[in-house]
């Protein structure tokens, strides 16, 4: 999910450009203002994420969950577990793409003289520390961690969290299709509520081999970004940091619970599950660690 390009746009000279990959913002009536990023390649890779999460979440559910439960072999908790979690999957997705990864504040010289602000060499705009300018989508971003093409975003101090969100229900969603691909293969017998004319149902068993190859590819994916994020997050660096060996903050988290705190806000850690509401990260403040 890291883009090597973005990265090496942080490490060499600028180059001023027309950036054809601007940021555009629209308010919608209930989701409030969202932004999206007019990159071909982003758009590419987030409908292939949208595919993805349309063939993990339907195949199962209509060859396994819904006949095997109308047959009495699977409980309606676990029928209703499966779509809880394809949805929190497709909402933290949504959140982490379709939000401001982290807008600039204004720059008061006369309150902020003695602050280690800097001025941007690409867009001439103030910014604190550990913020980083993105070309692909077009601002200066707070605590920038990478530029992901999958969710056509960045990954900043404003949609950390959803990512973060992102990347375990990924996990989650993979887990739960193979271990219900595990039993329709080993465990359940013929289906007798099917109907075997259909066809997703007289060809199951190829559309069970390609959703077995994906919830493993995808349990071992996005498990893989999920450690590397929590190593990042609890020893307070960056992907961007580590991968320009910069080192970042050289201070350690005193604890898990206040490391993830410091993107997830004061709420209470139940909350922190849950992609819908508002979010007031502790490093708001601006106070990183130098």
Not at 15 to 33: C, Q, W
Not at 50 to 65: D, E, H, Q, V
Not at 194 to 203: G, V
Not at 225 to 231: A, G, L, N, V
């Amino acid at each position: 999910m890291i883009n090597m390009d973005n990265v090496m746009d942080m490490v060499s000279p600028p180059v001023e450009t027309n950036n054809n990959n601007a940021k555009h913002s629209l308010k919608l009536p209930i989701f409030g203002r969202v932004q999206f990023v007019r990159d071909r390649e982003g758009q590419m890779c987030a409908a292939i994420v949208l595919a993805y999460w349309t063939y993990g979440t339907f195949i199962p559910l209509f060859i396994i969950l819904i006949p095997r439960y109308e047959d009495g072999l699977i409980s309606l908790p676990v029928f209703l577990g499966f779509l809880t979690v394809s949805v929190l999957c497709l909402l933290s997705f949504f959140r982490s793409s379709l939000t401001n990864p982290g807008r600039i504040p204004e720059f008061s010289a006369a309150e902020d003289k003695d602050s280690n602000w800097s001025k941007c060499r690409v867009c001439n705009q103030m910014r604190p520390p550990r913020a980083h300018h993105c070309r692909r989508c077009g601002q200066c971003v707070m605590k920038m961690d990478h530029h992901c093409p999958w969710i056509n975003n960045c990954v900043g101090e404003n949609n950390h969290f959803a990512f973060m969100q992102l990347l375990f229900y990924a996990f989650l969603l993979g887990l739960y299709t193979f271990v219900l691909v595990m039993l329709h293969f080993w465990v359940f017998p013929k289906c007798v509520a099917c109907n075997r004319e259909a066809f997703y149902i007289k060809h199951s068993i190829w559309f069970m081999y390609l959703a077995f190859l994906l919830s493993v590819n995808m349990m071992g994916m996005m498990g893989v970004q999920f450690c590397q994020q929590h190593i990042n997050l609890i020893s307070n660096k960056t992907t961007l940091e580590k991968m320009i060996n910069h080192g970042g903050p050289k201070n350690i988290q005193g604890k898990c619970y206040n490391s993830y705190r410091q993107i997830c806000g004061q709420g209470h850690p139940i909350f922190w599950l849950c992609p819908i509401g508002r979010r007031r990260p502790l490093t708001a403040q601006f106070q990183y660690p130098v």
